[in-house]
């Protein structure tokens, strides 16, 4: 199990914001082959949601991509198996602050200063992934140097933990990846809803989409279960704290490290005894005190 410092910044981990529009398509192949069609899909949910779409970034021969906000993907891949619940995705979405009711606002524009920054990475390009993950590498990066975008990211990580705590279909977990296993990956997760650290399994495809991870990368997986029976599960990057998000992170476990502990069951039944035992033997010499002469005949 997890010691209670790393449960502590798994808590904190911060979902990258932005993510290759390519990302997901490995889960939504199985569902709609035809490439076309996944963008058709993708067009569906950006109207849903209001998203403008930027022009596509281009890497020369490796192929051009949007860059999204990660809300996208998830209404995505939850419009490809359920459909008929995508508007109350949107509207828990927007309940909770993750979609501005104007998407022209704070996140189009971060979105347009974030293209901007990925420009900046393209010769550093790493042939041995595919493109969304390279690109989404790329992306946890520019969030762990820029500033800004740091301070918009723990903005909507603290808007996604109200919508998972709050409602029950939609759950987040943050974590870390621990090891390859079989064609799937191997998660070690932080579930806030039973305090304790669980383990999950996902296709090897969905790690390779959200960028190559090393033993103890942190990440964000989410379980969608809007439908009784019909889960949608997708894992993507995360960084760990950082700015702000770090400085609370250790104020937290200073509190918690000078915090009483309360007492166990037996050494509540343990006090109990002694209490009982105090007052036997101070009803025992207030008796003697009394009567003198019991006490002499005792003796």
Not at 27 to 43: D, M, T, W
Not at 54 to 71: A, H, K, N
Not at 83 to 102: C, I, M, Q, T, W
Not at 170 to 179: A, D, I, K, W
Request: proline letters at 5%.
């Amino acid at each position: 199990m997890l010691s209670s410092n790393m449960n502590l910044g798994f808590q904190q981990i911060t979902e990258v914001p932005f993510v290759a529009s390519t990302t997901g398509d490995g889960f939504l192949s199985g569902l709609v082959p035809n490439r076309r069609s996944r963008e058709r899909l993708r067009s569906h949910a950006r109207i849903l949601l209001g998203i403008p779409q930027l022009d596509p970034v281009s890497f020369g021969s490796r192929g051009r991509v949007s860059i999204e906000p990660l809300m996208l993907t998830l209404c995505s891949q939850l419009m490809s198996t359920a459909p008929a619940v995508a508007e109350r995705f949107k509207h828990d979405l927007v309940k909770y602050g993750v979609l501005e009711s104007n998407q022209e606002n704070a996140s189009s524009a971060m979105r347009a200063h974030v293209v901007s920054l990925l420009q900046n990475c393209l010769a550093t390009s790493n042939e041995g992934i595919p493109l969304a993950g390279r690109v989404n590498q790329f992306l946890s990066q520019l969030t762990l140097k820029d500033e800004s975008l740091q301070s918009f990211a723990r903005q909507k990580r603290r808007q996604w933990c109200d919508l998972s705590r709050e409602e029950r279909p939609f759950t987040r977990l943050p974590g870390q990846f621990v090891r390859m296993e079989d064609g799937e990956a191997l998660l070690a997760v932080w579930n806030e809803s039973t305090s304790r650290e669980e383990l999950r399994t996902v296709d090897a495809i969905q790690l390779a989409e959200a960028g190559e991870m090393e033993e103890g990368d942190p990440l964000v997986l989410y379980e969608i279960d809007y439908i009784p029976g019909v889960r949608v599960t997708t894992v993507m990057r995360g960084i760990a704290p950082v700015g702000d998000a770090q400085r609370d992170a250790l104020e937290e476990q200073a509190l918690r490290d000078h915090e009483t502990p309360l007492p166990t069951l037996a050494e509540l039944e343990r006090q109990e005894r002694e209490r009982l035992k105090g007052e036997f033997s101070a009803t025992g010499n207030a008796r003697i005190a009394a009567d003198p002469a019991q006490a002499g005949r005792t003796r």
